[in-house]
T-cell receptor
Framework: AQTVTQSQPEMSVQEAETVTLSCTYD???????LFWYKQPPSRQMILVIR??????QNATENRFSVNFQKAAKSFSLKISDSQLGDAAMYFC?????????????FGKGTRLSVIA | GAVVSQHPSRVICKSGTSVKIECRSL??????MFWYRQFPKQSLMLMAT?????????EQGVEKDKFLINHASLTLSTLTVTSAHPEDSSFYIC????????????FGPGTRLTVL
């Protein structure tokens, strides 16, 4: 079974600084997707960034980027120029590619605090 | 991105009553929707996979007779909590995967259920 591990229950970062959230996963599949979702206090799940496993290039979305190491099964999220609005729970997630009925497998989450 | 609505956003009911939660994909068709439960400060726990026109697939430990799922159309899935008890109080979130998309799931805003 696939598993996702986030080893940092809580992290904090100074405003305007950079922080990296860790995620590792375990799978025997070769084709899959990885995601980072953000859950602010409103509890609405928001997609931050997506990575297709077949792509070697790391995904980037403005201030958010990932370090995807397929062989190491590692998928970390880097947030640059942190803003107060980045404070939230961040969940790393995995799902199989090309399988519409496969659910997301979530890590336990990392609570990020941003210090002004 | 695709939009998923969920209704109601908040419900309070008496013990022993039943509560129905609706999940709708507003601008895409979803043959599969997912229902999650989230306890405070914890990750999302998959309850069941809802398949249009067929029976839902429940995760181990989830009582299918208590949490009734109906996926009557390509845009609507409902979760009914039958004979609710205080221990059923939780935050329930639905999601849908746009099969034509890139694997991400789109989440509803969630429903906070409080059973008195």
């Amino acid at each position: 079974a696939q598993t996702v591990t986030q080893s940092q229950p809580e992290m904090s970062v100074q405003e305007a600084e950079t922080v990296t959230l860790s995620c590792t996963y375990d799978t025997s599949e070769s084709d899959y997707y990885l995601f980072w979702y953000k859950q602010p206090p409103s509890r609405q799940m928001i997609l931050v960034i997506r990575q297709e496993a077949y792509k070697q290039q790391n995904a980037t979305e403005n201030r958010f980027s990932v370090n995807f190491q397929k062989a190491a099964k590692s998928f970390s999220l880097k947030i640059s120029d942190s803003q107060l609005g980045d404070a939230a729970m961040y969940f790393c997630a995995y799902t199989l590619q090309n399988s519409g009925n496969t659910p997301l497998v979530f890590g336990k989450g990392t609570r990020l605090s941003v210090i002004a | 991105g695709a939009v998923v609505s969920q209704h109601p956003s908040r419900v309070i009911c008496k013990s022993g009553t039943s509560v129905k939660i609706e999940c709708r994909s507003l601008d895409f068709q979803a043959t599969t929707m997912f229902w999650y439960r989230q306890f405070p400060k914890q990750s999302l726990m998959l309850m069941a996979t809802s398949n249009e026109g067929s029976k839902a697939t429940y995760e181990q430990g989830v009582e299918k007779d208590k949490f009734l799922i109906n996926h009557a159309s390509l845009t609507l899935s409902t979760l009914t909590v039958t004979s609710a008890h205080p221990e059923d109080s939780s935050f329930y979130i639905c999601s849908a995967r746009d099969f034509g998309g890139a694997g991400e799931q789109f989440f509803g805003p969630g429903t906070r259920l409080t059973v008195l």
